[in-house]
């Protein structure tokens, strides 16, 4: 990748994940007190909707920047080598490595983020002093963060899409491509957003705090049954779909303006 298409992912990537983050930060909000363990009028309804938002601020843009460097790069070094009609695994292969290199800066500040969002009474510093003081336990919860479906699960259909079409993809048209990826996948994977969030909310010690996830899926289903699997389903299905238009229409609108 040139130096030139590096600056850009890396700048075009930034701006499109603090857009998402920032505009959509609400919904976020709602969706992780509809799954805090405590309930969401405890967690603090919609008081201090806003809490939490400087981890989101400090994290987007450079857990969207390596996301997408990640991605692209990626992406050109296997297109060169690969065969065309392989271009759909080569874009799916490029963005799970992406997302696995940007949840080195995202589980740390979604650790953050949750713990204020389900207790707004406390500010984003006092709660991060609090969680490096009493445990550190972001790279534990690396790989709950991985099995969250980010818009770029939008990224193979949006290849096939430009492969049939005959040239690249308008940035609306790649716009709803993350809004229709990311809505389907987020319905079918809200329980282990579930898993993620009670883990990362547990207090250090408990069972909960180890981590094992069908174990919290069992005691989910034993307490609230179904519904409670899928607790925040509708604002989470909200704040990927819409953050998947978002994101990468807005990442192809300013990559292009870049190029």
């Not at 309930?39 to 201090?48: I, M, S």
């Not at 430009?162 to 987020?186: D, K, P």
Request: a positive charge; aromatic letters at 8%.
């Amino acid at each position: 990748m040139e130096r030139r298409e590096f600056t850009a992912s890396l700048v075009a990537g930034g701006i499109a994940g603090m857009c998402v983050d920032l505009t959509l930060f609400p919904l976020d909000t709602i969706k992780t007190r509809l799954q805090s363990p405590q309930g969401f009028a405890r967690a603090g309804g919609l008081r201090g909707i806003y809490a939490g938002v400087p981890s989101a601020a400090v994290g987007s843009f450079p857990n969207a920047s390596a996301f997408f460097v990640t991605y692209e790069a990626t992406k050109s070094l296997l297109g060169a080598c690969g065969p065309p009609h392989a271009a759909a695994a080569t874009h799916m292969l490029a963005a799970s490595l992406g997302e696995i290199v940007a949840c080195l800066i995202r589980v740390p500040t979604e650790v953050v983020k949750q713990r204020a969002q389900a207790g707004p009474s406390s500010g984003t510093l006092q709660v991060l002093l609090r969680t490096l003081r009493q445990e550190v336990r972001a790279l534990r919860c690396l790989y709950m963060s991985l099995i969250t479906p980010p818009p770029s699960l939008s990224l193979p259909p949006q290849s096939l899409w430009s492969r049939r079409q005959g040239h690249t993809l308008y940035s609306w048209q790649a716009a709803v491509c993350g809004a229709f990826a990311g809505g389907v996948a987020a319905f079918v994977t809200t329980p282990l957003d579930v898993a993620k969030t009670r883990i990362m909310l547990a207090k250090a010690g408990t069972s909960t705090a180890s981590g094992n996830i069908p174990r919290v899926l069992y005691e989910v289903w034993k307490r609230q049954g179904l519904l409670g699997l899928f607790a925040g389903s509708l604002p989470r299905m909200a704040f990927i779909s819409i953050g998947g238009f978002i994101f990468l229409g807005a990442y192809d609108k300013v990559r292009s303006m870049l190029l």
